[in-house]
């Protein structure tokens, strides 16, 4: 009997309602992870899907696809991380232009007792749960984390 196991990872908001569900696709060449509406796994809820295009010293690079783009010959968006710095940037598409950033924040409490606190940053106009989706992905790929739900509050 084979059985597959599929991660995942709920976005909730701040009350609880799911927002985001974030599963990995097992058995593909490239670390792939889909992100689906509400608490759903169902393809018609499909909203991307990300793969890694390389992870190389340290970096990972991933390319992000919206679910109507089936065809995948350009990605709609670009992630790319450093898990040494604990950063990444998100692009638009195939472009150099920023949509979103995330670094460690260094903090007293962060350096001695070992939490780790974050700063993102979201410009105008891009959905802030879906940052956070490919942040959780890229963390993912990066660390394997146990964190089942995050919370997301804007």
Known sequence: MLTLVH?????VDAAGNPIV?????????????????????????LLCSARTRSMLYLKTKLDVYLAHNTTEKVCDFKVEGSWLDRSCVIYAGGSSTVIAKMHKKYTV???LIGNDNFIVTVYPNIDHAFIVALIVILDEINNSSTTDIVAVQS
């Open 7 to 11: 991660q995942s990872r709920i976005i």
């Open 21 to 45: 569900t974030i599963q990995d696709k097992v058995f593909t060449a490239h670390n792939r992870w889909q992100a689906f509406r509400g608490e759903s796994t169902d393809s018609k809820n």
């Open 109 to 111: 409490q962060s350096i």
